[in-house]
């Protein structure tokens, strides 16, 4: 049973950082597509960055720069360093593997991902 967990959300201040993990279990971290997608209240479910199966990395526009992914095989985890947080980067973040990457509707749940995890709640204050 393939599982996606999040960890890492928390409320921070404009400027500061935090590290989003996706544990997954079920299945290798290295051999899936993941990402990371965000949505905040009354917004639609955002690609923020995903990484193939292969190593190629994508990053939104609103992220480049500022957000990095990485894979941990030992632990089977993808992770989500954001800096240079700001205000606009508040939503719930989600995990998804597996599917086509775009941007849309609502997560997590959204057809074209085939995992989603539950969500984690970054808050970034001014």
């Known amino acids: 049973d393939v599982q996606l967990a999040e960890f890492g959300g928390d409320s921070v201040q404009a400027g500061g950082s935090l590290k989003l993990s996706c544990v997954g279990s079920?299945?290798?971290?290295?051999?899936?597509?993941m990402g990371w997608y965000r949505q905040a209240p009354g917004n639609e479910c955002e690609l923020v960055s995903y990484?193939?199966?292969?190593?190629?990395?994508y990053y939104a526009d609103s992220v480049k720069g500022r957000f990095t992914l990485s894979r941990d095989r030992v632990k089977n985890a993808l992770y989500l360093q954001m800096n240079s947080l700001k205000p606009e980067d508040t939503a719930m973040y989600y995990c998804?593997?597996?599917?086509?990457?775009?941007?849309?509707?609502?997560?997590?749940?959204?057809?074209?991902?085939?995992?989603w995890g539950k969500g984690s709640l970054v808050t970034v204050s001014s």
């Open positions: 998804a593997a597996g599917g086509i990457f775009d941007t849309g509707g609502d997560c997590p749940g959204r057809e074209n991902m085939d995992y």
């Open positions: 079920g299945f290798t971290v290295d051999a899936a597509d």
């Open positions: 990484m193939t199966s292969q190593g190629t990395e």
